[in-house]
């Protein structure tokens, strides 16, 4: 028995079978139900683990078809179009589905039918009916009205004119419902009736090429699921080489008998789809894994899945050694990127921005050369050197970000000027006296951000007595309201070499 | 018959130590053998320094397709990374027209927060193109060595620089005899940056010790000195099969060398006619907080000449031994 607060009242909200034969009934406040029978378990309705366990259950639907879409609070559509015969026949397919639930402690209604609004229909009140295709007129005609899924008060405004089935209301000509109870009635009709159907909006992005490996008996041997996965990507392989296609990214899901689903993608820096390459890449992908694979009892369905292809031309061999460095460096890459995950593994472009923390762009390094990239301000900028001939490096080789707030202490004296460098500073908690300095160097931030400000920084190349080089900066800004210069804060900003 | 029974033992050493049979003469010192330049694409070159004193003990200079440590204390962690991106750029520019345009940069998480990340215009100025350049960043040390491992197995990169921050544990003989296998099987030069690192017998075949070094400085007649080229002092603390030495040395942007600095910049206590007002007469609030860490002067050396500094209205850089 499961309560929700509904119009400040508790009602059940879920009734199990023992309570339905006392005449309790969804809807009920809980003090009538408490009345017919007063030692009712209760349970508060917990809408947040429903959701989760419909989106576990549409996971484990996976199995049946990519295309599954959640139908809330509580119903699930599979389109089944075209592969029913998989599962030995319509008949067949349902009920593997009532078993498979029913094993699992779910009552699943099922219905099968040409069109959404009828299948969803049947589903709720004619469960294990099946719908040849072109007649879901006349199998939903002796449907109750409310089986159109028509907001309350309209439902019930039906209702209260005499009108009980389906039958009644398609019999009728449509202009008297539009006018009395709103367009909504008929477009619900219509789509009951299998006229005008929307298309199904799956949860996941259908794969492009999928293909999978049921067992009759779980397996859980490391050494079996391994060679299950070489099998697959071979297969794969060779489907995706007869469309001229090569796999950006595929997938490893795996499906254990008792419902649980786990997916692993890998990501390739060109298209493959060299079944070894892809075997080795989901292979690290399981290795990297936090917490292991856990096969429970088994996995009962192994399925691997193309998600993103490209076009592979058969690859022309390019004479001399070059081509064989470059491959063996990306498949490098597509390597431990399965492994720590590809924003791990990065190359720089260059920032079109004097700010020194976005000068260098990290991209990773399976993404450099993707048209996404290409089209990425300064990406087709150079690196240039911002020292002059026989300068000094002008630019850290390590940089903080965000930089290190650090206390300085200014330069004394006569000869000190109150936009010098410091004298020392202290930075985790060491000081530096500062012997060498260079600068500043302003560097002036973007000002289309910071409304009205126009924020700086002054930059110094600083030498401690040791030889140890540092880029310190002082925050200011153009403001004529902005702090004074007694509140203009230090950083340690990068480390030279 | 005991010239080749000689020849033969040489020849069986340098199978055990991983060495190509390049025929090489160590009693005097001088390429004997085909090796240099050979037809083997994999056969290991010497990359020099630059430093004609280093290369020298170097017997011309790194060799590829070996392990080379750098080590540094934890103050000296920026000065060591610059050696080993100044060896990194000579490796690539050396092997890049071979077909070896890639450097692979290997590093932890806990480097990234503890030495901050690696500054692309940096190496820039480094005359190192970030372009060839991927790092990797990994979650654990462990990680960075297999990763490690990986990397040296592939034939399209330069080197491999492996950094990891602390006595890792981790790379220790049998694994650096890993990688130098790895190396010598594939060709790529692996640089162990270990910041803060203990050395620990390993088989690698050069160990560095760096340290940052003051810097020449350029110009003379300013308020303060500028910044020189980078400098350091570079320890050679482990050489196989070669004598071992200690050399100052800095970075030379231009030619992309490393080079000995300039000869009159080393007293730089005398040079500056101009005095400096480094030091005032109270050591001020932070110098008060000196707990000790200190990284500049010696802890107590401030509190004593301080004083005596702030008598001398402009003190001579060198801390008053000029008096």
Request: charged share 25%; glycine share 12%.
């Amino acid at each position: 028995m499961v309560v929700a607060k509904i119009d400040n009242a508790l009602r059940l909200t879920a009734v199990d079978d023992a309570a339905a034969r006392l005449g309790i009934r969804r809807g009920l406040p809980l003090t009538s139900a408490r009345a017919i029978h007063p030692d009712l378990k209760v349970v508060e309705a917990d809408p947040a683990a429903d959701q989760a366990l419909l989106e576990a259950i549409a996971d484990w639907c996976d199995r049946y078809t990519p295309f599954v879409a959640i139908e809330p609070p509580d119903g699930l559509l599979l389109d089944m179009s075209g592969g029913a015969h998989l599962f030995d026949g319509e008949e067949a397919l349902i009920a593997d589905i009532t078993q498979a639930m029913a094993r699992r402690g779910f009552t699943a209604a099922v219905a099968l039918a040409g069109s959404i609004g009828a299948a969803r229909a049947l589903a709720r009140y004619r469960p294990g009916t099946i719908v040849p295709a072109g007649t879901e007129a006349q199998a939903v005609a002796p449907l109750p009205a409310a089986a159109l899924g028509l907001p309350a008060d309209v439902a019930q405004a039906i209702r209260r004119a005499g009108l009980a089935t389906v039958a009644d209301l398609a019999d009728r000509p449509r202009a008297i419902f539009s006018s009395r109870f709103g367009a909504l009635v008929g477009t619900a009709l219509d789509r009951l009736r299998g006229v005008g159907d929307v298309p199904l909006s799956p949860r996941r992005p259908p794969p492009c090429f999928r293909i999978g490996q049921r067992f009759a008996e779980p397996v859980a041997d490391a050494a079996i699921i391994a060679a299950t996965i070489a099998g697959l990507a071979r297969d794969l392989g060779v489907h995706l080489e007869r469309a001229g296609q090569g796999a950006r990214r595929v997938e490893a899901a795996f499906f254990r008998s008792d419902g649980a689903l786990t997916r692993l993608s890998a990501d390739t820096s060109r298209p493959t789809r060299d079944a070894a390459v892809i075997a080795r890449l989901l292979h690290e992908r399981l290795e990297a894994l936090a917490d292991p694979l856990d096969p429970g009892f088994g996995f009962d369905l192994i399925r691997l899945a193309a998600l993103v292809v490209e076009p592979l031309d058969t690859a022309a061999g390019a004479f001399g050694g070059g081509a064989e460095a470059e491959r063996s460096f990306t498949a490098l890459i597509d390597r431990l990127g399965a492994r720590f995950g590809t924003r791990r593994i990065v190359r720089f472009l260059p920032g079109d921005t004097h700010v020194p923390e976005a000068t260098a762009l990290p991209v990773p390094a399976i993404d450099v050369g993707r048209a996404a990239v290409r089209l990425t301000p300064g990406a087709t900028a150079a690196w240039q050197a911002m020292r002059g001939a026989t300068e000094p490096p002008a630019r850290p080789l390590r940089l903080f970000d965000p930089p290190h707030p650090i206390q300085a202490q200014p330069r004394p004296g006569l000869g000190s000027h109150p936009d010098g460098p410091p004298a020392r500073f202290r930075w985790r908690r060491c000081l530096h006296e500062v012997v060498k300095a260079e600068g500043p160097e302003r560097i002036a931030l973007d000002w289309w951000r910071t409304a009205g400000r126009l924020p700086f920084r002054d930059y110094f190349r600083v030498e401690d007595e040791a030889g140890h080089r540092f880029w310190l900066f002082r925050e200011g800004c153009d403001d004529p309201a902005g702090p004074e210069s007694g509140g203009r804060r230090w950083f340690l900003h990068g480390l030279f070499g | 018959m005991q010239a080749s029974a000689l020849a033969q033992l040489r020849h069986t050493i340098s199978r055990l130590e991983g060495r190509p049979a390049t025929g090489w003469d160590w009693t005097n010192g001088s390429a004997s053998g085909p090796g240099a330049g050979g037809t083997d694409p994999l056969a290991t070159i010497r990359i020099g320094l630059g430093l004609e004193e280093a290369d020298q003990v170097l017997q011309g200079g790194l060799r590829t397709a070996a392990v080379h440590e750098i080590f540094a204390a934890a103050a000296d962690g920026p000065a060591a990374t610059g050696f080993a991106v100044g060896l990194a750029q000579r490796v690539l520019s050396a092997l890049a027209p071979a077909g070896r345009p890639r450097l692979l940069w290997i590093r932890d998480d806990f480097c990234e927060l503890e030495w901050g990340g690696l500054f692309a215009s940096g190496l820039v100025e480094w005359g190192l193109d970030p372009g060839v350049l991927v790092m990797v960043r990994v979650p654990r040390p462990l990680d960075g060595l297999r990763a490690a491992a990986d990397a040296l197995g592939c034939g399209g990169l330069a080197a491999v620089v492996l950094e990891s921050s602390g006595p890792a544990a981790l790379l220790d003989l049998t694994a650096t005899r890993k990688l130098a296998l790895a190396a010598a099987a594939s060709g790529v030069t692996a640089l162990t940056l270990r910041l803060d690192g203990a050395p620990v017998p390993s088989a690698a075949e050069t160990r560095w010790l760096i340290e940052a070094a003051p810097s020449s400085t350029g110009a003379t007649r300013r308020r303060w000195p500028w910044l020189g080229n980078p400098a350091f002092t570079a320890t050679l603390a482990r050489h196989r099969g070669g004598r071992d030495g200690r050399w100052t040395m800095e970075w030379d942007g231009d030619g992309r060398r490393f080079r000995a600095p300039p000869s009159e910049a080393i007293d730089d206590g005398t040079r500056m006619s101009l005095p400096l007002p480094l030091r005032p007469a109270d050591p001020g609030p932070l110098a008060a907080e000196t707990d000790g860490r200190t990284a500049g002067p010696a802890p107590g050396r401030s509190a004593t000449a301080g004083p005596l500094l702030s008598r001398r209205r402009f003190p001579g850089r060198g801390g008053g031994q000029d008096r």
